[in-house]
């Protein structure tokens, strides 16, 4: 079992960027891929980002694709987003989330661990 908190959401205006974090505890973190996914008000939580568990292979959503990178540190068990020239559309709450699936997957039902979410705005 894992625990994941995020951090480093915020109000950001357009063009910027933010760079989110995401600890996890125990000593597993390595055994798990890892992504993100992000959630605007009314509608459903979507894949933004996946990474292996050697931080090796990174699959990002078309939407954020050249301007989101994805890294992890395994021995600091932390999971980080880099977002770059955000946009208005990115405003949402982000959560970070642990995969036991031995692929690297955008699908949600595949992910058994959640954060509990850290907000970012977009806006000028």
């Known amino acids: 079992q894992v625990q994941l908190v995020e951090s480093g959401g915020g109000w950001v205006q357009p063009g910027g960027s933010l760079r989110l974090s995401c600890v996890a505890s125990g000593r597993t973190f390595s055994t798990y891929n890892m992504g993100w996914f992000r959630q605007a008000p009314g509608k459903e939580r979507e894949f933004v980002a996946a990474i292996s568990r050697s931080g090796g292979y990174a699959y990002y959503a078309d939407a954020v694709k050249g301007r989101f990178a994805i890294s992890r540190d395994n021995p600091k068990n932390t999971l980080y987003l880099q977002m770059n020239n955000l946009k208005p559309e990115d405003t949402a709450v982000y959560y970070c989330?642990?995969?036991?699936?031995?692929?690297?997957?955008?699908?949600?039902?595949?992910?058994?661990?959640w954060g509990q979410g850290t907000q970012v705005t977009v806006s000028s």
């Open positions: 989330a642990a995969s036991t699936s031995d692929l690297v997957t955008t699908r949600y039902a595949l992910y058994t661990y």
